[in-house]
């Protein structure tokens, strides 16, 4: 793959994105998100082929107004996918605050991240694509265990991670390892919070000075897009990875913790106040991809169980290593996932929730919209 920096995004190469970023308002401009790509969408071809499965929408997609919210939206894709020998998914996914705007354009630059060169994509503005692609990932979550085929639709929600998110540093430098870690997990040493990227795990090294350092990050999804009364049958998050430093593999951990409206160092959990927070999903880093979405697994009913159509959901990352309080050594057990709203919800943070109306019946409109 080509090296080269990142092209200029710009009001002539990425008007769409240029504009967008001139909204200082989220929710106007997540509106004007829905609707810019929802239009692009509706004029551009309504099926498309990618790895041998055949996509369609079946009618046009739409813009829906949350009945909670008049000023949130959500980009509507009744969608039918057909693998050649049977439909695989027929259901209707509503993407709520819209689905991106840029794509990788084939290309990739350099990075220099803790001593660390890695290779970060290079995007170009494409809604289109960029919408069919999050679509592709949408059913490859869904259809996870087989079949997904819905008569009555409207039963898949994807929701991105809010714009406050972040991560905390907690490092200490000294002469001994042991002590330096126990001061690092403990957040008594050198303490930042960050906005980018979300890094979560440790790391160590030795010599005259040993360093210590760990990593946690915090992730937000407003779930306020979804009816208050449906029955949530399944939720899956999944973060996009920005740089692989996991030499010692380890298990990622996403945590209940509500760590309010804005993120400051006294958000920073200690082994033990982490071992008191419900756990979510894991992550084994032994499947990480710095260039895709990696997908969490459920732990049990929690993450079902912490789903509040009426509340934002607020999450902690970690390592199960940290919640154990087990020193790195010298050993790089941390790596980097996309912070939301980086790349224009290209790579954000990501909640697919599957949910069906508790007792109410489904009655086709007298438009025949949707089927």
Same mark, same amino acid.
């Given at each position: 793959?080509?090296?080269?920096?990142?092209?200029?995004?710009?009001?002539?190469?990425?008007?769409?994105?240029?504009?967008?970023?001139?909204?200082?308002?989220?929710?106007?401009?997540?509106?004007?998100?829905?609707?810019?790509?929802?239009?692009?969408?509706?004029?551009?071809?309504?099926?498309?082929?990618?790895?041998?499965?055949?996509?369609?929408?079946?009618?046009?997609?739409?813009?829906?107004?949350?009945?909670?919210?008049?000023?949130?939206?959500?980009?509507?894709?009744?969608?039918?996918?057909?693998?050649?020998?049977?439909?695989?998914?027929?259901?209707?996914?509503?993407?709520?605050? =819209?689905?991106?705007?840029?794509?990788?354009?084939?290309?990739?630059?350099?990075?220099?991240?803790?001593?660390?060169?890695?290779?970060?994509?290079?995007?170009?503005?494409?809604?289109?694509?960029? *919408?069919?692609?999050?679509?592709?990932?949408?059913?490859?979550?869904?259809?996870?265990?087989?079949?997904?085929?819905?008569?009555?639709?409207?039963?898949?929600?994807?929701?991105?991670?809010?714009?406050?998110?972040?991560?905390?540093?907690?490092?200490?430098?000294?002469?001994?390892?042991? *002590?330096?870690?126990?001061?690092?997990?403990?957040?008594?040493?050198?303490?930042?919070?960050?906005?980018?990227?979300?890094?979560?795990?440790?790391?160590?090294?030795?010599?005259?000075?040993?360093?210590?350092?760990?990593?946690?990050?915090?992730?937000?999804?407003?779930?306020?897009?979804?009816?208050?009364?449906?029955?949530?049958?399944?939720?899956?998050?999944?973060?996009?990875?920005?740089?692989?430093?996991?030499?010692?593999?380890?298990?990622?951990?996403?945590?209940?913790?509500?760590?309010?409206? &804005?993120?400051?160092?006294?958000?920073?959990?200690?082994?033990?106040?982490? &071992?008191?927070?419900?756990?979510?999903?894991?992550?084994?880093?032994? =499947?990480?991809?710095?260039?895709?979405?990696?997908?969490?697994?459920?732990?049990?009913?929690?993450?079902?169980?912490?789903?509040?159509?009426?509340?934002?959901?607020?999450?902690?990352?970690?390592?199960?290593?940290?919640? *154990?309080?087990?020193?790195?050594?010298?050993?790089?057990?941390?790596?980097?996932?996309?912070?939301?709203?980086?790349?224009?919800?290209?790579?954000?943070?990501?909640?697919?929730?599957?949910?069906?109306?508790?007792?109410?019946?489904?009655?086709?409109?007298?438009?025949?919209?949707?089927?």
């Amino acid at each position: 793959m080509k090296i080269r920096p990142q092209p200029s995004l710009d009001f002539r190469t990425a008007p769409l994105a240029f504009a967008l970023r001139g909204i200082t308002d989220a929710k106007e401009r997540r509106r004007k998100r829905v609707q810019a790509v929802t239009l692009a969408m509706a004029q551009a071809p309504q099926t498309w082929e990618r790895n041998g499965w055949l996509y369609s929408l079946d009618v046009r997609p739409r813009v829906m107004l949350s009945p909670k919210d008049q000023l949130r939206e959500a980009a509507v894709y009744d969608l039918t996918v057909n693998d050649g020998t049977q439909t695989i998914f027929h259901d209707r996914i509503q993407a709520w605050d =819209g689905t991106p705007v840029l794509v990788p354009d084939g290309t990739q630059h350099e990075e220099t991240i803790d001593g660390e060169t890695v290779l970060r994509d290079n995007f170009r503005e494409d809604p289109v694509e960029a *919408a069919r692609s999050d679509l592709e990932h949408t059913v490859k979550v869904v259809t996870k265990n087989g079949p997904w085929v819905k008569d009555k639709p409207g039963t898949v929600s994807t929701f991105y991670g809010t714009e406050d998110d972040g991560n905390i540093d907690s490092n200490q430098l000294g002469g001994s390892g042991a *002590a330096n870690y126990a001061a690092a997990a403990a957040g008594s040493g050198t303490i930042t919070a960050g906005a980018t990227p979300l890094w979560v795990g440790q790391v160590g090294f030795g010599g005259a000075n040993q360093y210590r350092g760990v990593y946690e990050s915090f992730t937000a999804f407003d779930l306020s897009g979804l009816p208050d009364d449906d029955n949530i049958t399944d939720a899956v998050l999944s973060l996009y990875g920005v740089s692989d430093l996991y030499t010692v593999d380890v298990s990622l951990e996403a945590r209940s913790y509500d760590w309010g409206v &804005s993120l400051t160092t006294a958000d920073w959990r200690t082994p033990a106040q982490l &071992s008191g927070l419900t756990r979510l999903a894991t992550f084994d880093t032994t =499947g990480f991809s710095a260039s895709g979405y990696n997908d969490f697994t459920a732990d049990g009913s929690n993450l079902l169980n912490a789903i509040d159509p009426t509340a934002t959901l607020r999450m902690i990352l970690c390592s199960a290593e940290t919640v *154990a309080a087990s020193d790195p050594g010298v050993a790089d057990e941390y790596g980097a996932f996309r912070a939301a709203d980086e790349a224009g919800t290209t790579q954000d943070p990501k909640l697919v929730v599957t949910h069906a109306p508790a007792s109410k019946a489904f009655r086709k409109t007298l438009l025949g919209v949707g089927f």
